[in-house]
């Protein structure tokens, strides 16, 4: 089948999904994550700059499935996302999204409370580099509000939590997250009969 990938930055997932045997276009807003994934699949696929906030330049109707792990919070609005997945796609086709928590532990910066959609930042550090990250936190109703808007159904939700082999490798840091939400995966779907739906 054939799979867009999201804001793919430096290509792990489009690089799995190679490997299963799909077709796969990627996009992401930097120029420099294209060109890790363009060397990390090695000729495979087809990776481009574009920006998920404006419509994506892809045929309607020519995808199976459409991947966006953590890269649609970044964006206040989602409808021109949405609009372009729901175009690209097949009838009947998926997509599968993953998100912040909406009900992770509110973060220092937040300011509004659950109801609110608003602007965050967290602050990493990655051994001698550190990154403030800004993005929007929105809660549970938004989210699948925009869905529902751009016409899909939420077929599936998942609430991943690290595994036993995750644990063993990094327990100091994962194991402060067991039990809490974090990261939120829905399965979406985009009816057979989208066309009469419109
Ligand atoms: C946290 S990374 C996730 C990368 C990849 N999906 C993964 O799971 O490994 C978020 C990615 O979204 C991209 N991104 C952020 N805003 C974007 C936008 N407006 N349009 C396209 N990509 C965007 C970033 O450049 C970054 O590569």
């Known amino acids: ?68 792990s953590l890269a649609l919070h970044y964006l206040r609005d989602w409808s021109s996302a949405l609009g372009s997945f729901a175009r690209a796609l097949r009838p009947g086709g998926w997509a599968v999204l993953s998100l912040d928590h909406p009900f992770a532990p509110p973060l220092a910066t937040q300011q509004g409370g659950y109801f609110d959609t608003e602007l965050v930042s967290d602050t990493w550090q990655k051994g001698h580099v550190q990154v403030t990250q800004h993005f929007w936190r929105r809660p549970l109703s938004a989210t699948v509000d925009a869905f529902a808007d751009a016409g899909f159904v939420v077929e599936r939700i998942a609430e991943p939590q690290p595994s036993a082999e995750a644990l063993a490798r990094f327990p100091e840091e994962l194991g402060a997250v067991v039990g809490v ?18």
Do not use: H
């Not at 190679?18 to 992401?28: F, K, M, N």
């Not at 979406?188 to 009469?196: G, M, V």
């Open 1 to 68: 089948m054939t799979v867009l990938d999201a804001g793919c930055g430096s290509g792990a997932q489009a690089e799995w999904l190679l490997d299963q045997g799909a077709d796969v276009i990627g996009v992401d807003l930097s120029a420099g994550m294209i060109q890790q994934t363009e060397r990390r699949c090695a000729g495979r696929g087809k990776f481009f700059v574009a920006d998920l906030s404006t419509p994506l330049p892809l045929e309607p109707r020519s995808v199976d499935g459409v991947t966006c």
């Open 181 to 198: 939400p974090n990261f939120i995966v829905y399965r979406l779907r985009l009816p057979a009969d989208i066309e009469q739906q419109r």
